[in-house]
T-cell receptor, first 112, second 111 residues
Framework: SQQGEEDPQALSIQEGENATMNCSYK?????LQWYRQNSGRGLVHLIL?????REKHSGRLRVTLDTSKKSSSLLITASRAADTASYFC????????????FGTGTRLQVTL | DVKVTQSSRYLVKRTGEKVFLECVQD?????MFWYRQDPGLGLRLIYF???????EKGDIPEGYSVSREKKERFSLILESASTNQTSMYLC??????????FGPGTRLLVL
């Protein structure tokens, strides 16, 4: 399996703090995507970064990609209680999202 | 907005039963997927379909089959449910873009 690894497995922070999650993968990619999953629900796409990009922003989200280290990080700034969820990275080796390889996820808990 | 729906949110079945999980998308997407999600293992691809009546095995197809008779509907079939198939099942679709759209999931318990 080419499944990615994420760390930490679980993260607990207070509202207003920043949350950083990391993802490592094994083989070269076309792009890397981050998804969010609220408890017991489906996944929702957050952001996509291509292999030739190093950093991308979307609102309070910042994603970095280091292809030499085969790793990515997701930073959520000024976290809110509503950010409580599991976050998954997914690597796309084809560029068509026809076969994504998902990581094991980071469970983020944001407390008031 | 893309909408992917799954026939049941929760399902309880007995060992040996035949189980059908249905997924419907309303955006004319060509590619559809079935995953199972287990704690500590993330999402694992069971089967995917890139067109009507076309299917390909994913990483863990054993014990499952699929059916895609219409473009909008992709069914996952457990021919004879076993307790190790207790899991969360997620359906997803894509349609020319680079991201997958997921349904809300079906939590299946096999007793």
């Amino acid at each position: 399996s080419q499944q990615g690894e994420e760390d930490p497995q679980a993260l607990s922070i207070q509202e207003g703090e920043n949350a950083t999650m990391n993802c490592s993968y094994k083989t070269s990619i076309n792009n890397l995507q981050w998804y969010r999953q609220n408890s017991g629900r489906g996944l929702v796409h957050l952001i996509l970064i291509r292999s030739n990009e190093r950093e991308k922003h979307s609102g309070r989200l910042r994603v970095t990609l280091d292809t030499s280290k085969k790793s990515s990080s997701l930073l959520i700034t000024a976290s809110r209680a509503a950010d409580t969820a599991s976050y998954f990275c997914a690597t796309d080796h084809t560029g068509t999202a026809s076969k994504l390889t998902f990581g094991t996820g980071t469970r983020l808990q944001v407390t008031l | 907005d893309v909408k992917v729906t799954q026939s049941s949110r929760y399902l309880v079945k007995r060992t040996g039963e035949k189980v059908f999980l249905e997924c419907v998308q309303d955006m004319d997407h060509e590619n559809m997927f079935w995953y199972r999600q287990d704690p500590g293992l993330g999402l694992r691809l069971i089967y995917f379909s890139y067109d009507v009546k076309m299917k390909e095995k994913g990483d863990i197809p054993e014990g499952y089959s699929v059916s895609r008779e219409k473009k909008e509907r992709f069914s996952l079939i457990l021919e004879s449910a076993s307790t190790n198939q207790t899991s969360m099942y997620l359906c997803a679709s894509i349609g020319g873009r680079e991201t997958q759209y997921f349904g809300p999931g079906t939590r299946l318990l096999v007793l």
